[in-house]
């Protein structure tokens, strides 16, 4: 999650780390004992949130080479996905002016699709952050829920819509540059790679690893009404406490511009930020893999899931 107001360890075979990662939870075989689910492999769901937000990501913060390294490991889990390029490449890249004495930056969103059965010109999108905010005064902050959750997500549902595809298609989109103020969101929207009318909603995950009280919090229904009766129907069945609100005006502090949706929502493109409330972890270099509540977060997962089959049926 963007913020406006808002350990270190020895860093060795990073190449090893990175060779046997895809693989881990996999070659396990089955989930952690306790956390199931019909839809999803949750071993290599979580296996992906621990190799994103470990040390060697190195905090994965735009223009740096932890960043470069958490984009290579997008790429490879999204083409494991059966994930497909829009165009020539899953890469578009981005940028960031210098700012005062901060130096220009550069990055990439890694960006795919899966096509519809009948509608493949209708698009939805389904978007996470994968930058988090890097190394501060010799610590690593890891971004375990923040946002690496988010991103490890989405290989988990390109895999199930993979294997079961929906009417439209899906693009699947992973972006760069979010701590930084919306920078790969807003670059997507200003040059997407099919028709912006063609795109009817984003749902964009950002922090949804860890909450006490099984909430998930659904931020957009109340600026866009029209799609309150669709969320209301995945809330009935959703194995998460799917609420709406923190857009102001009396349900709590407002979260709309915070995550990549906003970029949506700025050009008229509707859009649904998921996330939890903030906690002491966030934006902290504790926000580890440890931190995450593995069941809870398989069953956001799952709720997103449930969610594209219902804007997809809409």
């Known amino acids: 999650m963007?913020?406006?107001?808002a350990r270190l360890r020895p860093l060795a075979a990073i190449a090893l780390l990175l060779a046997a990662a895809t693989a881990g939870a996999l070659a396990q075989g089955r989930a952690p004992?306790?956390?199931a689910s019909a839809r999803i492999d949750v071993a290599s769901l979580l296996d992906d949130l621990r190799?994103?937000?470990a040390d060697a990501m190195e905090g994965r913060a735009l223009g740096t080479a932890g960043g470069v390294r958490a984009r290579r490991f997008v790429l490879a889990r999204m083409q494991a996905s059966g994930v497909k390029p829009l165009g020539a490449s899953y890469e578009q890249p981005i940028a960031l002016p210098a700012r005062g004495s901060a130096p220009a930056l550069t990055g990439a969103n890694v960006i795919g699709v899966i096509r519809g059965t009948s509608k493949p010109d209708r698009y939805l999108v389904m978007s996470a952050h994968y930058d988090h905010v890097g190394i501060r005064d010799g610590q690593i902050y890891n971004g375990a829920d923040d946002n690496a959750s988010g991103a490890a997500a989405l290989f988990a549902i390109a895999r199930y819509f993979s294997e079961h595809p929906l009417s439209s298609s899906l693009i699947v989109a992973a972006f760069d540059g979010e701590e930084e103020g919306l920078v790969g969101s807003r670059a997507f929207v200003r040059a997407p790679p099919v028709d912006r009318a063609a795109?009817?909603?984003?749902i964009n995950a950002d922090m949804i690893g860890r909450d006490p009280k099984d909430n998930l919090y659904v931020v957009g229904t109340i600026r866009q009404p029209a799609l309150k009766p669709i969320v209301d129907r995945v809330a009935k069945t959703a194995p998460v406490h799917l609420l709406q609100g923190?857009?102001?005006?009396?349900t709590g502090e407002d979260w709309t511009e915070d995550s990549d949706h906003y970029a949506f929502m700025e050009a008229g493109i509707p859009a649904l930020?998921?996330?939890v409330e903030d906690y002491d972890h966030l934006h902290q270099p504790s926000d580890d893999f440890e931190t995450i509540d593995q069941a809870f977060y398989v069953h956001a997962v799952e709720t997103l899931i449930d969610t594209l089959i219902a804007f997809d049926a809409s």
């Open 2 to 5: 963007s913020q406006s107001n």
């Open 33 to 35: 004992a306790g956390v």
């Open 51 to 53: 190799t994103l937000s």
């Open 199 to 202: 795109i009817v909603i984003d």
């Open 246 to 250: 923190h857009e102001g005006h009396g």
């Open 273 to 275: 930020y998921f996330g």
